[in-house]
């Protein structure tokens, strides 16, 4: 997964896109990157690692401009046998100008995309599907917006896109709208980001999101909306995932509050695979707490307690490239709190289980403590098949759900009982259930972006 923050018209750009690309962090960990521009120059900074260990305030201060785009990723299927730089923002420079990209999804026809242009004499400087829509970009005439529709024509799959030129910035949203960006306002200045959490940081008022098929055109004057043609033909595929796990709880995404969605669905799944009579229910800090904490609302299936405490200084386990290293992440990242464990029947709550790497060790952990029982509750259905648009679940075989049945899941964990909320249950928690993707737990790829490729490994 990705974050971008674009910054328009305000001073101190480069410092409000550290603070917001900061406050996104949870959405990719590996690497960040930022262009800004005075108006006539591109001044960029890229590097491995987290925000703050990429950035400090000398290379800030060499960022100079009222206009700033920033980037976060993670590394995916395409880093692998790659031996270049895929950091982003790309960036491309013709004569005295240059055009800045950066991009959350994924494209699920960029290999047949770049096959094209390399025929056609690109040259490709990253193995990012990112740089497929900067080529098309380049190669087109007209207005940027122009340029962006005709670049886009033709483009399968998800796509949120910040792109960033001398004198303007553009932002669209892929018509299925399967990642958010939001828009902000502050002082005169326009604010562009992944989660409306950057916000809170940014000191900005949330103005709204990003529609799919949107284009925002901001100069130092003006700001205008138009849109791309109706690719998917009104069809919606909002990522439920981003709901259910990726988003901060104090975000407003896809229309919904996430910390309301999760507190709900924690109720949801309460009601249809309680734990009647037990003495606590403990969360998976911190993506679950929300989740835990409706459970527990009735007090019928236990009273929620934070049972398990979260080490922040660790990162995200699962982002972490390796199955060593997210082995150790996860003893290092939780510590449990003896009190709530001995002798108790415990709900144990996660949001989902994917590999199966943090579930058995949690539970070993509350063994050794001596708890009496410990029933295991997922606030999703099982992941059965890879994501092609962007979040890195690349291979069938990785996914546990995929490879093992639930009773040899169970065993594997080692619970006294494990449940998955429904596919039906979470569709009845939106008003508008057909607008959101459920591929990875389906295995049914939404028409309109339908891979086209092997995009993801099986
Ligand atoms: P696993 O330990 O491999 O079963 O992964 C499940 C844990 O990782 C849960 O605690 C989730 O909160 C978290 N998680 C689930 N899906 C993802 C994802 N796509 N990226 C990162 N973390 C995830």
Redesign the pocket.
């Known amino acids: 997964?990705c974050g971008i923050v674009g910054i328009a018209n305000a001073a101190g750009a480069a410092e409000y896109t550290y603070v917001g690309l900061h406050a996104i962090q949870h959405r990719a960990i590996e690497y960040a990157g930022m262009v800004t521009t005075d108006g006539s120059d591109a001044f960029t900074h890229h590097g491995t690692g987290v925000v703050r260990q990429v950035f400090n305030q000398p290379i800030l201060d060499n960022l100079h401009g009222r206009f700033a785009l920033g980037h976060i990723r993670y590394a995916t299927v395409e880093d692998k046998n790659s031996h270049q730089r895929n950091i982003q923002p790309l960036i491309a420079t013709v004569g005295d100008s240059f055009v800045a990209i950066a991009h959350n999804g994924n494209l699920t026809n960029a290999d047949s995309l770049r096959q094209e242009l390399l025929n056609d004499g690109a040259l490709f400087a990253t193995s990012l599907d990112t740089e497929v829509i900067l080529h098309r970009f380049m190669r087109a005439s007209g207005t940027p917006t122009e340029r962006l529709i005709k670049a886009l024509d033709g483009v399968r799959g998800s796509y949120t896109l910040v792109l960033l030129m001398p004198d303007m910035m553009i932002a669209t949203v892929d018509p299925s709208g399967n990642r958010p960006l939001m828009l902000g306002q502050k002082d005169g200045g326009y604010f562009i980001a992944s989660e409306s959490a950057a916000f809170q940081a940014m000191g900005v008022t949330r103005m709204r999101e990003i529609e799919p098929r949107e284009i925002i055109a901001i100069t130092k004057d003006t700001i205008k909306t138009s849109f791309l043609p109706d690719w998917t033909a009104g069809v919606r595929r909002r990522c439920r995932?981003e709901h259910v796990?990726?988003a901060l709880p104090s975000s407003i995404m896809f229309g919904q509050d996430v910390a309301n969605f999760r507190l709900r669905l924690g109720r949801a799944l309460e009601l249809t695979s309680p734990t009647l009579d037990a003495d606590y229910v403990f969360g998976?800090p911190d993506?679950?707490t929300f989740i835990a904490y409706g459970y527990g609302a009735s007090g019928r299936s236990g009273i929620y307690v934070p049972g398990i405490l979260r080490n922040h200084y660790v990162g995200?386990?699962?982002?972490q490239g390796r199955q060593g290293l997210?082995d150790t992440g996860?003893s290092r990242k939780f510590s449990v709190v003896p009190e709530f464990v001995r002798g108790k029947k415990i709900a144990l709550i996660?949001?989902?289980?994917?590999?199966?790497?943090?579930?058995p060790r949690l539970v070993e952990r509350l063994r050794a403590l001596d708890a009496k029982e410990i029933h295991v509750r997922i606030g999703s259905p099982q992941?059965i098949s890879p994501?092609h648009y962007g979040?890195?679940?690349p291979t069938h075989s990785e996914l546990?759900a995929a490879m093992m049945s639930l009773d040899a899941m169970k065993t594997r964990i080692n619970c006294d009982s494990l449940e998955f909320l429904s596919l039906k249950t979470l569709r009845s928690l939106s008003s508008k259930p057909d607008d959101y993707c459920y591929a990875c737990w389906t295995g049914q790829y939404p028409a309109c972006m339908e891979p086209q490729e092997n995009a993801a490994p099986t």
């Open positions: 997964m995932f796990y990726y998976v993506s679950a995200r386990t699962f982002i997210r996860v996660d949001d989902s289980i994917v590999r199966l790497t943090t579930m992941v994501c979040i890195d679940t546990a």
